[in-house]
T-cell receptor, first 116, second 110 residues
Framework: KAGVTQTPRYLIKTRGQQVTLSCSPI?????VSWYQQTPGQGLQFLFE???????NKGNFPGRFSGRQFSNSRSEMNVSTLELGDSALYLC???????????????FGPGTRLTVT | GQNIDQPTEMTATEGAIVQINCTYQ??????LFWYQQHAGEAPTFLSY????GLEEKGRFSSFLSRSKGYSYLLLKELQMKDSASYLC???????????FGTGTRLQVFP
């Protein structure tokens, strides 16, 4: 079974530009979560999608947005990039997302975004 | 508020035992996860605790005390390949979000 895939793996953008990152979950997984990882802050939750609906959102500005398609693939978009947005963006998928239930998240390799 | 604390770095010797602690304060509690992340790679799932007590999985064990907001990951018979960052994460009860600590970087020396 193929794992979580993310594209592109590396990206260099300039301040003020926008960027779209893509995530394909493991087949059959309907929940997709996005995280930002930086050396100082660790892994920070961005948002979670389940059945094309945003189920949860972290404490990030509105410049960060996402969506999920009917095939469970997800994209996240960052507009008006800032230097501080340089980070590793990780996507994770899981089998179910029922509240209070246990689910294991499988992470993709991440997209390394550098903003200059 | 939400807060998850882990030591930033730890070192240990091959063959030894190491315990990585994690304390948390979150809005409700729906389980605690431990992940391993090697440099430049994605985190991989190690363990899950939702009830008090010890969960054992081979060389790795994880303990939880909900009343104390405390967990630890115990690694036995350390190997060089165990050098990695270990991430503690808590699922908030109120929101179901998975909140991560900043991770503990473990270095295993021969």
């Amino acid at each position: 079974k193929a794992g979580v895939t993310q594209t592109p793996r590396y990206l260099i953008k300039t301040r003020g530009q926008q960027v779209t990152l893509s995530c394909s979950p493991i087949s059959g997984h309907r929940s997709v979560s996005w995280y930002q990882q930086t050396p100082g802050q660790g892994l920070q939750f961005l948002f979670e999608y389940f059945s094309e609906t945003q189920r949860n959102k972290g404490n990030f500005p509105g410049r960060f947005s996402g969506r999920q398609f009917s095939n469970s693939r997800s994209e996240m978009n960052v507009s008006t990039l800032e230097l501080g947005d340089s980070a590793l963006y990780l996507c994770a998928s899981s089998l179910v997302a029922r509240r209070g239930g246990y689910y294991e998240q499988y992470f993709g390799p991440g997209t390394r975004l550098t903003v200059t | 508020g939400q807060n998850i604390d882990q030591p930033t770095e730890m070192t240990a010797t091959e063959g030894a035992i190491v315990q990585i602690n994690c304390t948390y304060q979150t809005s409700g509690f729906n389980g605690l996860f431990w992940y391993q992340q090697h440099a430049g790679e994605a985190p991989t799932f190690l363990s899950y605790n939702v009830l008090d007590g010890l969960e054992e999985k081979g060389r790795f064990s994880s303990f939880l005390s909900r009343s104390k907001g405390y967990s630890y990951l115990l690694l036995k018979e350390l190997q060089m390949k165990d050098s990695a960052s270990y991430l503690c994460a808590v699922r908030e009860g109120d929101t179901d979000k998975l909140i991560f600590g900043t991770g503990t970087r473990l270095q295993v020396f021969p």
